[in-house]
């Protein structure tokens, strides 16, 4: 049942601020004081936080690897699960290892989940499936609740996946001592406001139709983003290449200057994560690199941030202005947005996009 809607996917996306707001009360303790989290999830000697996963779950993992770092001061290893299991991994009794997987049946996550056990002091999976192989054969599961998707290309699963890995390390940062009673209790608040804020970006989005339909006449799309946007960056390239079957790519900004600004000329609409945060004026330093080669640039960023970008941008697109643990959660809105108004653009088949499988059951 779509909803009114005429793809799942576009029914999937708007769902996010009341998928997210049942995820944060079924995670919500009796105060404000820590996430209330199964039994059996401990970071206090955790050495090392081992996240595995692919696609798009693979993506919330590397902002969770930013956010283990930051709140947390755990070390983390983050990798594909198709790369990992072959690589003889260095693995130790201290490590918690934690697999994402919206459909818990992917088999390449699943094996690299089996090769850890044994190996690692803990298993944890973060999946939609709570029956699925993957939440049995961890040591805990921790269910997103994002309800069934049925869309090929991920959209409610990955921000519930975020949420709940920022709750994972916001525990953790409590479990190391890391970070104090009143910061933890700041970012809980921040983390109730999230399905408002989500509610906002698909609000604004709408203003994203105009913009898609450029990107549908493209023949290459890059995207960027420094710190966590930076996999929020490669989230909105697959988002877009999946459905839509335009080239698109997804760097770091800094590394713009390392080879990809060979591809930039007027041609190329390049959509720039930027919300006004530590790193934004590094980002707006390569925003001006893209524009000196007549390159299109789509900001995403709130009022200030583009209100400091000045003209020559080709297209901004205001966000609400949100903490910095939310930016990556609420950007993936405009990210899954331009991907699905590009597709429908182009008249692709949105919810099952050729060559693709809800489920990767194969290695
Ligand atoms: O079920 P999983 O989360 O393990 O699936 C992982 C990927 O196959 C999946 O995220 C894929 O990349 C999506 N089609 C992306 O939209």
């Known amino acids: 049942d779509k909803a009114g809607h005429r793809h799942f996917m576009a029914k999937e ?44 779950a693979y993506y919330a993992a ?4 930013y956010w283990f770092e930051q709140i947390a001061g755990i070390a983390v290893e983050c990798d594909i699960a198709s790369e990992f299991r072959y690589r003889n991994p260095v693995l130790g009794p201290r490590d918690v290892a934690i697999f994402i997987s919206q459909s818990g049946e992917t088999a390449d996550t699943l094996a690299a989940l089996r090769h850890v056990q044994g190996r690692v002091g803990q298993v944890l999976s973060v999946v939609n499936v709570p029956t699925s192989t993957i939440a049995r054969e961890s040591d805990v599961a921790l ?20 949420l709940v890995l920022a709750l994972l390390a916001l525990r953790a940062g409590r479990d190391t001592g890391r970070l104090d009673a009143d910061t933890l209790a700041a970012h809980l608040r921040d983390l109730a406001a999230l399905p408002g ?6 609000d604004r989005g709408e203003a994203l139709r105009d913009i898609a339909a450029e990107l ?36 770091a900004s800094g590394e713009l200057k390392h080879g990809p600004i060979a591809l930039i000329d007027q041609h190329v609409p390049v959509v720039v994560m930027a919300p006004r945060d530590a790193l934004f004026d590094k980002t707006m330093s390569n925003v001006a690199e893209v524009m000196a080669r007549q390159g299109q640039v789509i ?27 939310l930016a990556p959660i609420v950007y993936a809105v405009p990210a899954q947005l331009l991907a699905y108004h590009a597709a429908v653009y182009r008249g692709t088949d949105v919810d099952q996009p050729r060559n693709l499988a809800k489920s990767v059951t194969v290695e």
């Not at 309800?147 to 996946?161: D, L, N, R, W």
């Open 143 to 162: 269910p997103i609740h994002a309800g069934p998707e049925i869309g090929v290309a991920s959209t409610k699963a990955f921000t519930a996946q975020l």
């Open 13 to 56: 996306i708007a769902e996010q601020p009341s998928v997210l707001r049942g995820a944060l009360e079924f995670y919500s303790g009796p105060g404000d004081e820590a996430p209330c989290l199964p039994e059996g999830v401990d970071f206090a000697a955790a050495g090392r936080v081992v996240l595995v996963a692919c696609g798009t």
């Open 216 to 251: 549908g006449e493209a023949r290459d799309v890059l995207f960027l983003g420094r710190g966590p946007m930076y996999p929020l960056a490669l989230e909105g390239a697959l988002k877009l290449k999946e459905i839509s079957y335009i080239h698109a790519e997804g760097h």
């Open 197 to 202: 804020f989500m509610a906002q970006a698909l």
């Open 299 to 325: 900001l995403l960023s709130d009022r200030a941030g583009l209100a400091e970008a000045g003209p020559g941008i080709a297209h901004g697109l205001a966000m609400p202005a949100v903490p910095d643990l």
């Open 62 to 65: 590397q902002v969770a690897k």
